[in-house]
């Protein structure tokens, strides 16, 4: 899974299955993504098989058993699908009911009566801002994608006009703003001021995503010229109901996880006491799990119901809901499969042996060791947590805003230029109906200017704070 959780990261990883020499690691990275993309873009193999082939493609140059390559490119398929692949399903559920009670319409119906025509992009990147704050990055794809589409078709906009702010929303909030993992990992790694980090993030994040989103969506709109997807854009269907739900209500739903979510990381930080009865209950309910589960259930009452559908239309909806996303669900399990082949073979550690004797200034090396292990692993907070603890020991000397500065220097370079080995690329690629090249010409690329962006401003910063 490219965004792990915390509690994920604390797990015992499998261990590396080859000792092969840095070179032929190399060699074997290049081998493995080169085979992935000449299969997806000459051959026209299926993302899932390409990925499985290219995956035993790296672990074969790189000089492992067969069998061990194979075990680790199940084991992350696994972890992947069992982690991210119930919050898709789940999500899934919700955004059909949304759309099928008619709920959606209500909210794109109430958007684009209140931010139209220039505003719309600026609307859709403040709303993912807002939504992506407590988040995990998939959750919030799978919550605003049916919004996406549906401001898009109805509204005549174009879909990378209005998907490319809304996607650089939730990853500069991933990056850079905590109570997300990675910040949260790396601000106990260097031992940063949360406050202090916060103030800061916000400072960088803003110029960012003003950047990464609604100016460059107008370029991206004009690279990706294609239309909504009809398969994850049902038909809409207040136009043959008698009734539909409230604004109030649909929203209420909606951010109904996000609150929980939320609420959970408020309580880790005011009470930060594992033992405390408030913070046991908010570790459950906040999950992401029961926080969507929990928006599933109440939705079948304010959106379903509230449409005038009966128990066994709500559970035909639910069961409706699941069908398009299982290619989306195979294949961002595949790049799971995909980047725990690289870890095992000890890509990371490769990256982070070569790099550590690089006599640059701080807040540089902070950024490019997460550029060099993210474009490595396709892990954001794995390139996070990695770059964090290689240059925590820098911390030592530096000012209140400079450990700050580190922070952030480390979550902006973990953000650099999603490619293939990246579960999120995948995401986005079916979610909007992209072909591979298309993909890395719009959220890679976007990806891209945020982490460069936000690596310049963090460097300029640190020249006055």
């Known amino acids: ?32 993504i080169a085979v992935i993309v000449l299969l997806i873009t000459k051959f026209k193999l299926h993302a899932f098989l390409s990925l499985t082939i290219g995956s035993l493609v790296l672990g074969a140059v790189a000089g492992a058993p067969l069998d061990k390559a194979i075990a680790s490119f199940t084991t992350g398929l696994g972890t992947t699908v069992a982690s991210v692949g119930v919050l898709i399903a789940l999500g899934a559920i919700l955004g059909r009911l949304l759309a099928d009670s008619g709920g959606a319409d209500q909210i794109v119906d109430t958007i684009l009566a209140k931010a139209g025509g220039r505003a719309m992009p600026w609307a859709m990147v403040l709303i993912a801002s807002l939504v992506g704050l407590p988040l995990f990055f998939e959750v919030g794809i799978v919550l605003l994608i049916p919004v996406v589409l549906m401001v898009a078709r109805r509204g005549n906009y174009s879909l990378m006009r209005i998907g490319v702010p809304a996607l650089a929303g939730l990853s500069v909030m991933h990056g850079l703003i905590p109570p997300h993992p990675g910040p949260l990992v790396a601000i106990d790694a260097v031992k940063a001021n949360l406050g202090v980090t916060l103030a800061l993030g916000i400072v960088v994040a803003v110029p960012t995503v003003i950047v990464a989103g609604p100016l460059f969506s107008k370029v991206a709109a004009r690279w990706a010229d294609v239309p909504v997807p009809d398969r994850m854009l049902p038909q809409r269907a207040s136009d043959e109901l008698e009734r539909r739900p409230g604004f109030g209500a649909t929203l209420a739903t909606v951010l109904l996880p996000v609150a929980l979510m939320l609420a959970k990381a408020l309580v880790d930080i005011v009470v930060d006491d594992p033992a405390a009865l408030v913070q046991r209950v908010f570790d459950v309910v906040g999950s992401p799990l029961i926080a969507l589960l929990a928006a599933v259930l109440v939705g079948m009452v304010t959106l379903g119901r509230a449409a005038g559908f009966s128990r066994e239309r709500i559970t035909s909806t639910a069961e409706k809901g699941l069908a398009p996303i299982a290619g989306i669900l195979l294949i961002v399990g595949a790049g799971g499969g995909f980047k725990q082949t690289l870890i095992d073979c000890g890509v990371g550690q490769m990256v982070l042996d070569v790099s550590k004797d690089w006599s640059i200034p701080a807040l540089l090396l902070a950024w490019l060791i997460a550029v060099v292990i993210r474009l490595a692993t396709g892990s954001a907070t794995v390139a996070t947590v990695s770059a964090a603890g290689l240059v925590a020991p820098l911390a030592a000397d530096m000012s209140t805003a400079h450990t700050a500065l580190l922070v952030l220097a480390v979550g902006a370079g973990s953000l650099f230029f999603s490619h293939v080995n990246d579960a999120g690329f995948w995401l986005v690629k079916e979610y909007f109906g992209l072909s591979v090249g298309q993909t890395v010409k719009t959220w890679s690329l976007m990806e891209t200017i945020i982490s460069v962006v936000a690596g310049a401003l963090i460097l300029l910063l640190s020249l006055v704070v």
């Open 1 to 32: 899974m490219t965004r792990l959780s915390v509690e994920m990261l604390a797990a015992d990883a499998p261990p590396p299955i080859t000792s092969a020499g840095h070179a032929q690691l190399g060699i074997a990275v290049l081998a493995g």
